[in-house]
């Protein structure tokens, strides 16, 4: 299929940009053109462990359901994730949502809709849902981190963004600054769901996982208004070691 005349526009104006205005890398500061790390520091980011488990996306010796979602299975289906919250995955997703540094976004975007492309063999969700945030929390912010990585992503995916079905109306303390037992009871009954999802598959997009407990609580609210399947798609995950 031939480009149309407004993608050839694009792509003639974004080649004179990056020749007018080459990038240098967001890490080291090498010159790398057009893409947001240079090679080299693309190859230093934290992996995970090939092989985790397909739910929560801890490592497992044989990439099988770990013994935890065995024996408590979590209300989420499935968890990709791109990389371990180890530095400077940490540095950049914090640089986001604390320096409104949003220049990573269409980069963590771009890696997580080729990271689904690698790992899902299902179809396309129906629905992109980010992680919402209180009305007090997105006062304090000003912008919500997980709506602005699912904007790209959604685009990416071909899928739609949904932006209101849920809200989060009870403010809770800050996750990070709680110990991991005490999470999932802070994050208790902090969704309210206004959508009948019946039949829908859902992915839901946050930044960090950690001990799953806000997005354990979204899916287990999302189940209950009808949702069949609930996949998490984070930048990064806290591996327990950490």
Known sequence: MGLSIQSVFQSVFQSAVSMLLPRDCFLCGAACEDVFLCADCSTRLPTLPAQCCPVCALPTPMAEVCGACLQHAPHFDATHALWRYDFPIDKLVQSIKYSHRLSSVDFFAQA???LLEKTTTRPLPDWV???PLSAERL???GFNQSVELA???ARALGVPLELHAVQ???HTAPQAGLPWKERAKNIRHAFECLTDFSGKTVLV???VMTTGAT???LARVLKMHGAVRVENCVVARTLKDD
């Open 112 to 114: 997580m809709a080729q």
């Open 129 to 131: 849902l980010p992680v």
């Open 139 to 141: 006062r304090e912010r």
């Open 151 to 153: 904007r790209p992503l």
């Open 168 to 170: 989060r109306p009870r």
């Open 205 to 207: 997009i946050d930044d």
């Open 215 to 217: 997005l354990n609580e």
